[in-house]
């Protein structure tokens, strides 16, 4: 199910899902000194969430976090492509930083440089992902760790890392790109769904969680034990959870923590099956980077807040 809500952006411009209009998100005058960083940007979704902010008028400074540093460059160099061929009268800096979600002394060296060019960081995009093919041979049990270190351990760890900048930011915003297949309802359990969806749920807690659904997974006692059959899955449900503590947790400090699902899209991670463009599932996390009277501790899918 999904609210029937509209929502607009802060330049008070209604965001369209359609690629057939051009999104037309700037503003008078020049971009507000506003800094944001997209993990996992250099294709997919995370590339067209990087473009779009590029291009909303919002932001002076445009960061792309991804493994791979000449892909990482060739997007940098296509999105200041795409600026220039639409005519933009204010063009904001991108560039490319190194990182590899899941390696915490790489998150420290990441915040460590945000810090040093810009002081603050005004919105992070956590949309780095990983998910095993349906094809891969690798038993479930040897997916589990690797899933879990980086769509739900190392995001936390990367987003923890950079909170004391995010502090400093200007209407500062997180959104977490997790997934519907993380739908609460996957937990066979409902001692478990109770557990997730708890709303006196720490964070410690909910890595515990984690940790007993490995434990679970590696001995083969996951279903018996009430938890679901998909690695991937669990990783985002942790992931859309901790996104629900941490918008609890930072609601003093004026961050809003919102998680989103860009849909089935037309990816290398869906191996191109999926009928969505990209570009039209990035909106669904530009849209709590950049709405005005954002909520928090929610979870947008299809344009709208949906329940999880």
């Given at each position: 199910?999904?609210?029937?809500?509209?929502?607009?952006?802060?330049?008070?411009?209604?965001?369209?899902?359609?690629?057939?209009?051009?999104?037309?998100?700037?503003?008078?005058?020049?971009a507000p000194q506003r800094?944001?960083?997209?993990?996992?940007?250099?294709?997919?979704?995370?590339?067209?969430?990087?473009?779009?902010?590029?291009?909303?008028?919002?932001?002076?400074?445009?960061?792309?976090?991804?493994?791979?540093?000449?892909?990482?460059?060739?997007?940098?160099?296509?999105?200041?492509?795409?600026?220039?061929?639409?005519?933009?009268?204010?063009v904001p800096e991108i560039?490319?930083?190194?990182?590899?979600?899941?390696?915490?002394?790489?998150?420290?060296?990441?915040?460590?440089?945000?810090d040093k060019r810009y002081?603050?960081?005004?919105?992070?995009?956590?949309?780095?992902?990983?998910?095993?093919?349906?094809?891969?041979?690798?038993?479930?049990?040897?997916?589990?760790?690797?899933?879990?270190?980086?769509?739900?351990?190392?995001?936390?760890?990367?987003?923890?890392?950079?909170?004391?900048?995010?502090?400093?930011?200007?209407?500062?915003?997180?959104?977490?790109?997790?997934?519907?297949?993380?739908?609460?309802?996957?937990?066979?359990?409902?001692?478990?769904?109770?557990?997730?969806?708890?709303?006196?749920?720490?964070?410690?807690?909910?890595?515990?969680?984690?940790?007993?659904?490995?434990?679970?997974?590696?001995?083969?006692?996951?279903?018996?034990?009430?938890?679901?059959?998909?690695?991937?899955?669990?990783?985002?449900?942790?992931?859309?959870?901790?996104?629900?503590?941490?918008?609890?947790?930072?609601?003093?400090?004026?961050?809003?923590?919102?998680?989103?699902?860009?849909?089935?899209?037309?990816?290398?991670?869906?191996?191109?099956?999926?009928?969505?463009?990209?570009?039209?599932?990035?909106?669904?996390?530009?849209?709590?980077?950049?709405?005005?009277?954002?909520?928090?501790?929610?979870?947008?899918?299809?344009?709208?807040?949906?329940?999880?």
């Amino acid at each position: 199910k999904t609210h029937t809500q509209t929502y607009t952006n802060t330049n008070n411009k209604m965001l369209t899902s359609s690629t057939a209009t051009a999104l037309a998100f700037a503003g008078a005058g020049q971009a507000p000194q506003r800094v944001a960083a997209i993990t996992g940007s250099n294709k997919g979704v995370g590339f067209f969430i990087a473009v779009h902010l590029a291009t909303s008028g919002l932001f002076s400074s445009i960061i792309l976090g991804c493994r791979d540093t000449t892909r990482g460059q060739c997007a940098v160099a296509d999105i200041r492509a795409r600026i220039a061929a639409d005519g933009k009268a204010e063009v904001p800096e991108i560039h490319f930083l190194p990182l590899t979600v899941g390696d915490a002394e790489n998150h420290k060296i990441f915040a460590r440089e945000i810090d040093k060019r810009y002081g603050k960081l005004d919105v992070l995009v956590n949309n780095a992902g990983f998910a095993f093919k349906g094809t891969d041979p690798t038993p479930f049990a040897q997916q589990c760790k690797p899933t879990l270190n980086i769509n739900f351990r190392g995001t936390v760890d990367f987003t923890q890392t950079l909170l004391p900048l995010l502090r400093k930011g200007h209407d500062p915003r997180i959104v977490n790109v997790a997934s519907m297949a993380g739908r609460l309802a996957q937990l066979r359990s409902n001692d478990l769904q109770s557990k997730f969806s708890s709303p006196s749920l720490t964070m410690a807690e909910l890595h515990n969680l984690v940790d007993d659904f490995e434990t679970a997974a590696l001995d083969g006692t996951h279903a018996q034990k009430g938890w679901g059959s998909s690695n991937y899955g669990l990783s985002k449900l942790a992931l859309i959870a901790a996104t629900k503590i941490m918008a609890r947790e930072e609601a003093a400090n004026g961050i809003k923590v919102n998680s989103c699902c860009p849909g089935y899209c037309d990816t290398d991670m869906t191996s191109h099956k999926g009928p969505r463009p990209p570009s039209d599932g990035a909106l669904n996390a530009v849209l709590p980077a950049t709405m005005k009277n954002c909520p928090t501790g929610e979870f947008f899918q299809n344009m709208n807040v949906s329940e999880w």
